[in-house]
């Protein structure tokens, strides 16, 4: 069993930065891939960004790509997701998902987090 819980979240300027938080319980934490995914409004969740369990492979959507990076610290037991050069095409909520492998956590994660909200102004 992994439990999630997101942090970080807020309302920001557009060009601004953010940096969400992923703080996994469990001894495991290692040994799952972590994604991040993102729900804005009216509009069902989409992938954002995934990292395998040893950060040394990662993966991103198109329309983050060169803007947000995903890590992973291990020994604390938690994910990040570094937002840079925010548009306000990126608010939505922004949960964490915990998998397997890299193809269970984008196609079918095993847990989530609650989620937190990031707002981007214009």
């Known amino acids: 069993q992994v439990q999630l819980v997101e942090s970080g979240g807020g309302l920001v300027q557009a060009g601004g930065s953010l940096r969400l938080s992923c703080a996994a319980s469990g001894r495991t934490f290692s040994s799952y891939a972590m994604a991040w995914f993102r729900q804005a409004p009216g509009k069902e969740r989409k992938f954002v960004a995934a990292?395998?369990?040893?950060?040394?492979?990662?993966y991103y959507a198109d329309s983050v790509k060169g803007r947000f990076t995903i890590s992973r610290d291990n020994a604390k037991n938690t994910a990040y997701l570094q937002m840079n050069s925010l548009k306000p095409e990126d608010t939505a909520v922004y949960s964490c998902?915990?998998?397997?492998?890299?193809?269970?956590?984008?196609?079918?994660?095993?847990?989530w987090g609650q989620g937190t909200q990031v707002t981007v102004s214009s």
């Open positions: 998902a915990a998998g397997p492998s890299t193809v269970d956590v984008i196609t079918t994660p095993g847990y």
């Open positions: 990292i395998s369990w040893s950060g040394g492979s990662t």
